[in-house]
């Protein structure tokens, strides 16, 4: 079970920091990932996190703005967002890539499990 949190409203130039939380078995080794969906448009990726070798992954729309870290004794991965902006504005969704090997995936299709969404909301 994945569980999303820290969504809420922000001025832009803002920052928030979502939380996924998992639980019911261990996903070492796995990749954690970030996605987001806004009204109307496909859910897009954002930032993914393999727990084992710390491989990193942003898109080019968040990169230099986005941190993904974790804290491995709470399995809970954290995406800091930074320098916020309008069109960050969407349904945050945190998921799990159940594979042990490989790049970080960028597409919802390679992700096995998901959490519920928190809604970010940048206002201008």
């Known amino acids: 079970q994945l569980q999303a949190s820290g969504g809420g409203l922000v001025q832009a130039g803002g920052s928030l920091r979502l939380s996924c939380a998992a639980s019911?078995?261990?996903?070492?080794?796995?990749?954690m990932g970030w996605f987001r969906q806004a009204p109307g448009k496909e859910r897009e990726f954002v930032a993914g996190?393999?727990?084992?070798?710390?491989?990193?992954a942003y898109a080019d729309s968040v990169k230099g703005r986005f941190t993904i870290s974790t804290d491995n004794a709470k399995n809970t991965v954290y995406l800091q967002m930074n320098s916020l902006k309008p069109e960050d504005t969407a349904a945050y969704y945190c998921?799990?890539?159940?594979?042990?090997?490989?790049?970080?995936?960028?597409?919802?299709?390679?992700?096995?499990?998901w959490g519920q969404g928190t809604q970010v909301t940048v206002s201008s």
């Open positions: 019911g078995r261990t996903f070492s080794g796995y990749v």
């Open positions: 996190f393999r727990w084992s070798g710390g491989l990193t």
């Open positions: 998921a799990i890539h159940a594979r042990l090997l490989g790049p970080v995936p960028t597409t919802a299709n390679e992700f096995d499990y």
